[in-house]
């Protein structure tokens, strides 16, 4: 069994996309534990063992070609299943006071520091992974009522490519190993 050392391209790509239409493919769905990994053996939805080790540091990513056979019109693609991502918004606070964006700041670290949840801040957003259910943690943020920040659920995937590979392993491989809370339910935005 050959170890898959390289990705391919990603489906998205219109080329790639036009080669696998009349491929078969198979999926190495990944949990958002195992996709911070650049080695593992990847089991496909048609049960067939493959061994990934990609360079140092680098991760798959949803939608990776990383087997294609053009004779055998066979192909194996990643499918990721992260959960989603709480996303708070404090670019409103640019407008503030320094002792008002002190404040703020410390009042939505207690709400989220005081439920243990992981975070990663990045820019005026802070980032923080499905670990419990969704209403709990618009509950949590609702109570205490922090004013100029807004807040909505997006999926963990779309969120990467605005993160460095470290803050990705700090949001993700911080959540829960049994967390399955994957749903395509994206919520309103909250003030």
């Known amino acids: 069994m050959d170890v898959i050392t390289s990705v391919l391209g990603n489906i998205k790509d219109p080329e790639w996309h036009e080669k696998l239409h009349h ?33 140092r540091n680098t991760h798959a990513a949803d939608g990776d070609v990383v087997l294609y056979d053009e004779e055998a019109k066979k192909a194996v693609v990643i499918g990721l299943l992260l959960n989603q991502v709480l996303v708070v918004d404090m670019s ?21 520091g005081n439920q243990h949840w992981p975070a990663v801040v990045k820019g005026t957003r802070v980032y923080v992974p499905l670990t ?5 943690m618009l509950s949590v943020l609702d109570t205490h009522n922090i004013p100029e920040i807004s807040y909505q659920f997006e999926e963990g995937q779309d969120v990467i490519p605005f993160l460095a590979p470290g803050e990705v392993r700090n949001l993700f491989g911080g959540a829960s190993h049994e967390s399955h809370a994957h749903t395509h339910d994206h919520g309103h935005i909250h003030h």
Request: with cysteine; glycine share 6%; hydrophobic share 35%.
């Open 132 to 136: 419990v259910d969704k209403k709990v």
């Open 92 to 112: 409103r606070l640019a407008e503030k006071t320094p002792e008002e964006i002190i404040h703020i700041s410390v009042e939505l670290g207690h709400a989220i």
């Open 23 to 55: 491929c078969h493919v198979e999926t190495i769905y990944l949990d958002q534990w195992t996709a911070q990994k650049s080695r593992f053996l990847g089991k496909s939805d048609h049960g067939n063992e493959y061994p990934i080790a990609l360079a």
